[in-house]
């Protein structure tokens, strides 16, 4: 639509209703009580000035820019790459006061197995506002107009930490998963891991950080290291290493997943009553793109079959498993990939390797016998379905397996 002049709804074309149900794409919005129009766009529609704005946007409302800014790529790049080049399509909204963007954030559609079934999970991500409307009111007015928008999910799944964002989502009907979602850090090099700790930087929201508040006083590196220390000595005794019989799997590194993932999936797929679908497509948009960052893939095979993968990123700052999946009953293989991950990353020189696992999961006991220490839980679950809801009862079973890793998100 050209111009910046917004472009009012026509509510007489829904009479009875007072207000459209479904505004289409690219029309102008105005938001009530507020100077500002909202639109959404295909994502893949979005232009070059309209990146440079957002990433400007992003750099203001995230206290100088989302931890991605990191990557070794330029930030438009890894913008570009993320929603634009989605394999299943994402939608962009912006937030405008006059030829402003103020507000930013895109919806997407991710594949899921639920049960057995192909189901459409939505999933937001770099929702923002410029901090002159943090706190005003405004984010729930534009979250109320995105409900009006046409959804063709099945549920919504939401990573909260945020505490203004928790409370709203229960007032909204938004639920916790019952099997929370356990942060965990292996530390490999404890004297660097607890320099690196002390100097990292939060790229919460300026309003987050406002309400977190409470700034501790930091303990000196030596006296971090000490508690790490004892930390992990107390782990080994609770969790030794764990020991397995006959390998008769090998180990690769591969630059591409190949025809054989699906077939694996399929099959590696079936303890799980919610699993990301990982598709030969969608895993290489996911893992081999050098904009999505350096990550290195593991195939486990024996002969020709695969019966495990892991994928994780590892430099001299940090160490990441993004994901990990095995054949059923195949625990040796996902052991023995972790304790692979773990050397690649000690070779990086990484201080840490962090991993997210749901604490009811086959794996997470793996994790706890390899050293990882749970940690804050600085991400809650919440789940919204929006089709059959005995369809998702699991939900509330806290030893529901679910399959949910770091590379399922944009956390990394």
């Known amino acids: 639509m050209a111009g910046n002049t917004p ?20 029309e102008r919005v105005p938001l009530e009580g507020f100077d500002v129009t909202m639109r959404m766009i295909r994502a893949e529609d979005l232009s070059d000035r309209e990146i440079a704005a957002t990433l400007d946007l992003l750099r203001e409302a995230f206290n100088g820019g ?23 399509g994402a939608r962009a909204y912006f937030v405008e006061h006059g030829a402003r963007i103020v507000g930013f954030g895109v919806r997407m559609d991710r ?47 939401s990573f909260g930490s945020h505490p203004a964002t928790l409370h709203a989502r229960i007032a909204r009907g938004t ?6 979602l356990d942060n965990l850090v292996r530390p490999l090099d404890l004297g660097k891991y607890a320099r690196s700790s002390r100097a990292a930087r939060s790229s919460g929201s300026r309003t987050r950080i406002a309400l977190e508040g409470r700034r ?32 008769d799997w090998t180990v690769r590194t591969v630059s591409q997943f190949d025809a054989r993932i699906e077939p694996f999936f399929e099959r590696a797929a079936r303890p799980f009553a919610l699993i990301q679908e990982r598709t030969q497509r969608w895993l290489n948009w996911r ?36 994901d990990l999946l095995v054949l059923p009953d195949r625990e040796d293989v996902a052991h023995g990939l972790i304790q692979d991950a773990l050397e690649r990353a000690r070779m990086a020189g990484s201080p840490a390797m962090r991993s997210w696992m749901m604490e009811h999961h086959p794996y997470h006991r793996l994790l ?15 789940f919204k379905e929006r089709s059959n809801p005995r369809d998702f009862g699991f939900i509330d079973d806290p030893h529901a397996r679910i399959h949910l890793m770091l590379g399922d998100t944009d956390h990394i």
């Open 7 to 26: 472009t009012t709804v026509d509510f007489r074309r829904y009479p009875g209703l007072g207000e459209p149900s479904s505004p289409a794409l690219g």
């Open 66 to 88: 989302p931890g991605w800014f990191a990557l070794p790529v330029s930030e438009a790049d890894h913008l570009r790459w993320k929603v634009c080049e989605f394999p299943y």
């Open 111 to 157: 594949r899921w197995i639920v049960r057995g079934d192909r189901r459409l999970g939505r999933d937001g991500v770099e929702a923002a506002l410029h901090p002159e409307f943090q706190g005003s009111g405004l984010y729930g007015k534009r979250r109320d107009l995105l409900d009006r928008y046409e959804d063709r999910s099945d549920f919504s799944l």
């Open 175 to 180: 639920r916790p998963v019952a099997n929370p």
């Open 216 to 247: 501790r006083v930091p303990k000196p590196a030596f006296a971090r290291q000490l508690a790490w220390r004892a930390r992990l000595l107390r782990q080994r005794w609770r969790y030794p290493p764990l020991e397995h019989g006959h390998r």
């Open 287 to 322: 893992y081999t793109d050098r904009r999505a960052g350096p990550f290195t893939i593991r195939l486990a095979e024996v002969g020709d079959e695969i019966v495990g993968y892991a994928v994780f990123r590892a430099t001299a700052r940090s160490a990441e498993l993004a």
């Open 368 to 382: 706890l016998h390899s050293g990882f220490l749970p940690v804050r839980r600085i991400v809650i679950l919440g």
